[in-house]
């Protein structure tokens, strides 16, 4: 069985087990005070454009949600995410384990804008409230969808006029800023967003993620936030000689394009049989409405998400392609498709 179901399902790109392999024996400072991390810093500095931002090197998409947000706010302080957000679904309440409530607010395909945002504000007026203070959006999103330049500089006026954190979840950068439809650079993020993380589990890393803070603010103190936290790992060279590999040529760009144009292909040929889409998400992620018949036969064969239902006979499924997912095996896939299609119509 073939499995769509994440982009984490591989272990990692040989380069970077073969840069692990080769460091093994190399003695190194603990706790992300080696060289291979010092370095790695700097390098990701220098393809930000940026020396006076923080970076900090965790393991996980949820631990680096979970320590950053739970610092940047005060006791009384909340964050807001759109409904479908993963930090309101998929992270078993970590944020508000803290003490920090979360607002959920139903965006539009996944995504917030100041609309939405002010709407909150004003439903939240004085101190017999949480106090709304951080904005959470995800590029991608939980559902596919990417943030224009132009939608994260409206996100980004608001948040400042109105003392705002804007903080974006990086889970799947590298899909969003390779996606055919993106017009952001890396390096325009430290201009865009307060603090955001580069997603290396999903592309190619073993784990890690790398946070980067922009905000002078925020900055004060991190290392014990990680700590207190169990996120400052002994052996933080695991994440930093990643990153050196990933950042030292274009490898994290070339592994989100090839699960991109996988997805792509997905995508055409799904939609080349007048099979509607849940939304449309220009990334690694689609979202197909198919016959529950149907579903059920590629189920047989290839491992995915139902999604959500739709009606009674339709459901919408999650197909994710990743930096590995085998070219061979996506042809199939629509072989297979293809032929339980014309079967059911």
């Keep these: 069985m073939y499995s769509f179901k994440n982009d984490y399902s591989e272990g990692a790109h040989p380069r970077i087990l073969n840069a692990l392999l080769e460091s093994?024996?190399?003695?190194?400072?603990?706790?992300?005070?080696?060289?291979?991390?010092?370095?790695?810093?700097?390098l990701l500095k220098e393809k930000l454009g940026r020396t006076d931002v923080d970076i900090h090197l965790l393991s996980g998409g949820t631990?680096?949600?979970?320590?950053?947000?739970?610092?940047?706010?005060?006791?009384?302080?909340?964050?807001?995410?759109?409904s479908s957000g993963h930090i309101l679904g998929h992270e078993t309440g970590a944020i508000e384990a803290t003490g920090h409530k979360i607002i959920s607010i139903d965006g539009v395909d996944g995504k917030l804008n100041p609309t939405h945002v002010k709407a909150v504000l004003e439903g939240h007026p004085d101190e017999h409230m949480v106090k709304p203070k951080l904005v959470y959006i995800s590029n991608s999103t939980e559902i596919g969808s990417i943030y224009t330049k132009?939608?994260?500089?409206?996100?980004?006026?608001f948040c400042h006029e109105n003392n705002l954190i804007l903080y974006m979840d990086g889970a799947r950068l590298g899909s969003a800023l390779c996606s055919d439809e993106n017009d952001l650079k890396l390096s325009?993020?430290?201009?865009?967003?307060?603090?955001?993380?580069?997603?290396?589990?999903?592309?190619?890393?073993?784990?890690g993620e790398a946070l980067v803070i922009c905000r002078d603010s925020l900055k004060a103190d991190f290392r014990y936030h990680i700590k207190q936290k169990g996120a400052l790992l002994a052996k933080g060279r695991v994440m930093?000689?990643?990153?050196l590999e990933l950042f030292r040529d274009n490898l994290f760009f070339d592994l989100a394009m090839h699960a991109n144009k996988l997805a792509g292909r997905l995508r055409d040929e799904i939609s080349k049989a007048d099979i509607p889409f849940l939304i449309h998400s220009p990334s690694n992620q689609i979202f197909p409405i198919l016959p529950n018949s149907v579903i059920a036969e590629l189920e047989k064969k290839y491992a995915f998400h139902v999604w959500e239902k739709v009606d009674e006979k339709h459901s919408a499924i999650r197909l994710v392609t990743s930096w590995a997912t085998q070219e061979d095996q996506v042809e199939e896939f629509i072989e297979d498709f293809k032929m339980l299609v014309n079967l059911n119509f």
């Design 240 to 243: 930093g000689i990643q990153f």
């Design 188 to 207: 325009d993020l430290p201009e865009l967003v307060d603090a955001f993380y580069i997603g290396g589990t999903k592309n190619g890393a073993l784990i």
């Design 150 to 157: 132009t939608e994260l500089e409206q996100l980004r006026d």
């Design 63 to 82: 631990q680096t949600n979970l320590t950053a947000i739970s610092a940047f706010l005060r006791p009384h302080e909340a964050a807001m995410a759109v």
């Design 24 to 42: 093994n024996l190399v003695q190194a400072d603990g706790y992300g005070e080696d060289q291979f991390t010092q370095q790695a810093i700097e």
